[in-house]
């Protein structure tokens, strides 16, 4: 073979080559991402449930809590960068799993389970994972993320009906 023939076939063999190889690498990085992100959503909504069931059901900095934010920011979490407390739903049951209307007003007693749920606000149901792999636009439709729990002090001590801070 003529050597000058050949100077192009190295160049061709290696963009196809790297093309492959570089879409393998970005595949695995986003699969990396898209575990991580479903382990994160599994600890907020965990994390979220309890938060509420030990916190005062007036407390406004639970769902900044769940998703990793300290009391009084409103930013999205610093954990999953697209999740904000607009995505997550609180509600609290009564014995037969049934939504309590309004939990401060009827009472304690009343309550008997915490439920924290992740969603999409224009989905209503799921939350969705973009991917970011370049040349390949796309979106995972996760399922729902929930955790629900007994309740336990709901904020408030065993003697008096004051809350507590938490």
Same mark, same amino acid.
């Given at each position: 073979?003529?050597?000058?023939?050949?100077?192009?076939?190295?160049?061709?063999?290696?963009?196809?080559?790297?093309?492959?190889?570089?879409?393998?690498?970005?595949?695995?990085?986003?699969? /990396?991402? @898209?575990?991580?992100?479903?382990?994160? &959503? #599994?600890?907020?909504?965990?994390? +979220?449930?309890?938060? =509420?069931?030990?916190?005062?059901?007036?407390?406004?900095?639970?769902?900044?809590?769940?998703?990793?934010?300290?009391?009084?920011?409103?930013?999205?979490?610093?954990?999953? /960068?697209? @999740?904000?407390?607009?995505?997550?739903? &609180? #509600?609290?049951?009564?014995?037969? +799993?049934?939504?309590? =209307?309004?939990?401060?007003?009827?009472?304690?007693?009343?309550?008997?389970?915490?439920?924290?749920?992740?969603?999409?606000?224009?989905?209503?149901?799921?939350?969705?994972?973009?991917? @970011?792999?370049?040349?390949?636009?796309?979106?995972?439709?996760?399922?729902?993320?929930?955790?629900?729990?007994?309740?336990?002090?709901?904020?408030?001590?065993?003697?008096?009906?004051?809350?507590?801070?938490?």
């Amino acid at each position: 073979m003529n050597r000058k023939r050949m100077q192009g076939v190295y160049t061709v063999e290696f963009a196809i080559v790297g093309l492959l190889l570089f879409v393998l690498l970005f595949g695995v990085l986003e699969m /990396g991402r @898209l575990y991580f992100t479903v382990n994160g &959503l #599994d600890e907020v909504v965990r994390r +979220g449930a309890r938060l =509420a069931a030990v916190c005062n059901i007036q407390d406004p900095d639970v769902l900044r809590r769940a998703i990793f934010n300290d009391a009084g920011i409103d930013s999205a979490s610093p954990l999953i /960068g697209s @999740l904000e407390t607009g995505h997550l739903t &609180l #509600d609290y049951l009564d014995e037969n +799993g049934v939504k309590v =209307a309004n939990p401060g007003n009827t009472g304690f007693s009343s309550i008997r389970y915490v439920r924290l749920s992740v969603n999409d606000p224009l989905n209503s149901k799921k939350f969705n994972f973009n991917l @970011l792999i370049p040349g390949f636009g796309g979106v995972f439709t996760l399922p729902t993320f929930r955790s629900t729990i007994p309740r336990e002090s709901l904020g408030y001590d065993g003697a008096t009906e004051v809350p507590t801070q938490c």
